[in-house]
């Protein structure tokens, strides 16, 4: 019953406007503390206007007890109230009305009950309790008279009741008037507050509708300046991540028409040849254009690999295997000497356990090999070494100039040297990718004359 109220109240609410919901539990809030508050305003007056009425009849009964209980003084209206409806006091003895009271009322029959026999025999101090007479609320007070008896007075509560019904009446419209009020206050605090959320809103919806990813004015320092704040960091980030991909974009057209543009010549070459037997080729001429063509075409796959490595914005694999490093660095060192029989490699390994992907890792231990290979000289060693997962790979070439050791790891970025030689420039930014990708990092050191020192730092698998 309650969960099915709950959604009904749920499906209710979600049709209106954040700002009509934020007035709606305002007022519904300030109804139910002003109602608690009218209430116990109302029962704490109530009381209070008994207890006043209470204390003053038992002083008359106690005054007129000491006075010797006689007719004239309790007929007095100055001391009795009961002389304004024409009700006289009365005595009560082991529960029956003495006196001389002649013309007895029929209401005194409801006024002889246990409370005042129990004070009349001695068993109560005072009795007080509220009795309708003719309609109208009557206070009856007894206190202890004579020996077994018990002075009864009886006085109306028509005024109390009337000032109780004026009191009702202004706390029902003081209430009133306060849940209006909650109402409008609360619909200009929420439609006021909410402004920096439409502003937020109407930013987003223009994002989508025109791209524009300019940031939006922060206004205040409140919790939805820190919203606005970090929403145009999120549109700062976006606008950065499309400039990486235009960027990469026309690096990889500007890096993918040499190759193209060296196969579309060599392929038109081959085809006047076919074409036109007076430009036939030579044996000689046909070797060298195919493997000038083979080597374009191997240029040109890994440039393409490489593109779609970089393009890759998704994280780490789900699972990433644990694995040792060592064993990765070795089969990356096995593929390098393979493609560069040559080079001497120096390998000193000590075994360190990752959290990775190993063909990532592998391919980016590749690069660093490949990159040494590239600038050893004949004969140069490679030293290679890992311990507690630093794997540094250095070289005895001619180092990298000052000024291209801060772009050495940007995409496509080739210094004046490397630009006659085979590459794209992508190598060192996939090792860079890999090893953020792995929570580590990658750094070089080199002077010109005495090599260069990659330096790859990986953390330790946990268990």
Same mark, same amino acid.
């Given at each position: 019953?309650?969960?099915?109220?709950?959604?009904?109240?749920?499906?209710?609410?979600?049709?209106?406007?954040? *700002?009509?919901?934020?007035?709606?539990?305002?007022?519904?809030?300030?109804?139910?503390?002003?109602?608690?508050?009218?209430?116990?305003?109302?029962?704490?007056?109530?009381?209070?206007?008994?207890?006043?009425?209470?204390?003053?009849?038992?002083?008359?009964?106690?005054?007129?007890?000491?006075?010797?209980?006689?007719?004239?003084?309790?007929?007095?209206?100055?001391?009795?109230?009961?002389?304004?409806?024409?009700?006289?006091?009365?005595?009560?003895?082991?529960?029956?009305?003495?006196?001389?009271?002649?013309?007895?009322?029929?209401?005194?029959?409801?006024?002889?009950?246990?409370?005042?026999?129990?004070?009349?025999?001695?068993?109560?101090?005072?009795?007080?309790?509220?009795?309708?007479?003719?309609?109208?609320?009557?206070?009856?007070?007894?206190?202890?008279?004579?020996?077994?008896?018990?002075?009864?007075?009886?006085?109306?509560?028509?005024?109390?009741?009337?000032?109780?019904?004026?009191?009702?009446?202004?706390?029902?419209?003081?209430?009133?008037?306060?849940?209006?009020?909650?109402?409008?206050?609360?619909?200009?605090?929420?439609?006021?507050?909410?402004?920096?959320?439409?502003?937020?809103?109407?930013?987003?919806?223009?994002?989508?509708?025109?791209?524009?990813?300019?940031?939006?004015?922060?206004?205040?320092?409140?919790?939805?300046?820190?919203?606005?704040?970090?929403?145009?960091?999120?549109?700062?980030?976006?606008?950065?991540?499309?400039?990486?991909?235009?960027?990469?974009?026309?690096?990889?057209?500007?890096?993918?028409?040499?190759?193209?543009?060296?196969?579309?010549?060599?392929?038109?070459?081959?085809?006047?040849?076919?074409?036109?037997?007076?430009?036939? &080729?030579?044996?000689?001429?046909?070797?060298?254009?195919?493997?000038?063509?083979? *080597?374009? &075409?191997?240029?040109?796959?890994?440039?393409?690999?490489?593109?779609?490595?970089?393009?890759?914005?998704?994280?780490?694999?789900?699972?990433?295997?644990?694995?040792?490093?060592?064993?990765?660095?070795?089969?990356?060192?096995?593929?390098?000497?393979?493609?560069?029989?040559? *080079?001497?490699?120096?390998?000193?390994?000590?075994?360190?356990?990752?959290?990775?992907?190993?063909?990532?890792?592998?391919?980016?231990?590749?690069?660093? &090999?490949? /990159?040494?290979?590239?600038?050893?000289?004949?004969?140069?060693?490679?030293?290679?070494? &890992?311990?507690?997962?630093?794997?540094?790979?250095?070289?005895?070439?001619?180092?990298? /100039?000052?000024?291209?050791?801060?772009?050495?790891?940007?995409?496509?970025?080739?210094?004046?040297?490397?630009?006659?030689?085979?590459?794209?420039?992508?190598?060192?930014?996939?090792?860079?990718?890999?090893?953020?990708?792995?929570?580590?990092?990658?750094?070089?050191?080199?002077?010109?004359?005495?090599?260069?020192?990659?330096?790859?730092?990986?953390?330790? *698998?946990?268990?």
């Amino acid at each position: 019953m309650i969960e099915s109220g709950h959604r009904a109240l749920q499906k209710i609410t979600g049709r209106m406007s954040l *700002a009509l919901r934020v007035a709606v539990l305002t007022t519904g809030a300030v109804a139910m503390t002003l109602g608690m508050v009218s209430a116990v305003v109302f029962v704490t007056v109530r009381a209070e206007f008994t207890s006043s009425l209470d204390d003053s009849m038992i002083r008359r009964a106690n005054a007129a007890v000491s006075s010797g209980i006689d007719e004239p003084l309790l007929s007095d209206p100055s001391t009795n109230a009961l002389a304004y409806i024409g009700i006289q006091p009365f005595i009560v003895q082991s529960g029956q009305l003495i006196g001389n009271f002649q013309n007895t009322p029929d209401e005194y029959v409801q006024l002889k009950g246990y409370r005042e026999l129990e004070v009349s025999i001695g068993e109560r101090k005072y009795s007080a309790r509220t009795v309708m007479i003719r309609g109208v609320p009557h206070r009856v007070v007894a206190v202890p008279a004579n020996k077994g008896q018990a002075l009864v007075l009886v006085q109306s509560m028509e005024s109390n009741r009337d000032a109780l019904e004026r009191l009702k009446i202004i706390l029902l419209l003081a209430s009133t008037a306060g849940v209006v009020l909650a109402g409008i206050a609360g619909w200009a605090v929420a439609a006021n507050g909410l402004r920096p959320v439409r502003r937020l809103t109407e930013a987003t919806e223009h994002v989508a509708r025109t791209t524009d990813l300019t940031p939006i004015e922060v206004t205040g320092r409140d919790e939805l300046a820190r919203l606005t704040t970090s929403f145009n960091a999120m549109l700062v980030a976006l606008d950065a991540s499309q400039e990486r991909q235009r960027q990469l974009v026309a690096d990889a057209g500007h890096e993918l028409r040499t190759p193209l543009t060296s196969l579309r010549t060599n392929i038109e070459l081959i085809g006047q040849a076919a074409d036109t037997t007076e430009r036939s &080729l030579t044996d000689e001429q046909r070797h060298e254009i195919m493997d000038d063509v083979r *080597a374009q &075409l191997e240029e040109l796959t890994t440039l393409v690999g490489d593109l779609v490595e970089l393009a890759r914005d998704e994280p780490m694999s789900r699972d990433p295997a644990p694995l040792d490093l060592a064993d990765v660095v070795t089969h990356a060192v096995d593929r390098v000497r393979l493609r560069a029989q040559d *080079a001497r490699i120096d390998v000193d390994l000590s075994p360190w356990m990752v959290i990775g992907e190993p063909q990532l890792l592998e391919r980016a231990v590749t690069n660093l &090999l490949d /990159n040494a290979a590239k600038w050893s000289p004949p004969e140069g060693e490679i030293r290679v070494r &890992l311990a507690d997962g630093v794997l540094t790979v250095a070289d005895e070439g001619e180092g990298i /100039n000052a000024d291209d050791l801060p772009h050495i790891f940007d995409r496509f970025y080739r210094s004046s040297e490397a630009r006659t030689l085979p590459g794209s420039g992508l190598g060192l930014s996939i090792v860079k990718r890999a090893a953020e990708r792995h929570g580590g990092t990658v750094e070089v050191a080199s002077e010109r004359g005495e090599g260069t020192t990659f330096t790859l730092r990986l953390p330790e *698998a946990t268990a």
